[in-house]
């Protein structure tokens, strides 16, 4: 689904008036906007945690998610200036010019031989947005360091028009479903507490949300199947 269709009224903006009952004075496109990439933003949380083996790139993004930096001799310490959501891969030149991919290890559980080496790294640690090589490299090579990485869903304009969100077109409208939940919260008086409106939203919202855990869970089809723990809760008993 596009995000604002005002010619055929077919748009993520569209459907949240509909299923409102609000117009553009009381549901505005600003206001649609700002709630849309909060939606996505939800939606994409729910696609990364199922997500096996495919791992889940914006449609949007026409490019692959690789940040790159030299590599400079006697530097450990590497800052990624790119926000990202998860680390996919991070590779290095070696001094024979060749790739190789590096292994994540805690800096923690390192000993200080291991954090004072220097040569050709092996291993990375990442402390917020600084990423630490081990062994310290002793030499430099332009452009020498990858990171492959999971980035964020790229944000809705209030003056789109044809932009979809970035991921399956069968799970879209969760992007005018959202907003409509939180539109409806935010205006839900006693007098007029729209609660047919609001538990009519949360079926649908919940009905799609299981559709795409399953959509993105399965779509893996030439992998063996694999089970999963479910976390649940108990309470043994007690009376909490």
Known sequence: MTFNDTTNEQ??????????GANTATF?????T?????????AVSLIQENDRRWKWADSNNGTRDIGVTNIVSGQDNYTMEVYHLKIREIRVLNKNGEWKTLTSKDRRLMTDTEKNASGE????D???NSLMLYPTPDYSVASGLEIHYQGTPDDFKATDTTKEPGFCPLFHRLVSLYPSQDW???NSTAQNPMTHKINNVENLINKMEYSLVEH???RDEDEAPKFYLKRTYRNNGLNL
């Open 121 to 124: 790294p092996e291993s990375y």
């Open 184 to 186: 409806l919260l935010a």
């Open 126 to 128: 990442v402390d917020g």
């Open 28 to 32: 505005t496109i600003k206001d649609f």
């Open 34 to 42: 700002r709630l849309a990439n909060q939606a996505q933003n939800r």
């Open 216 to 218: 993105y869970r399965s």
């Open 11 to 20: 748009g993520l903006y569209q459907d949240a008036l509909y299923l409102t």
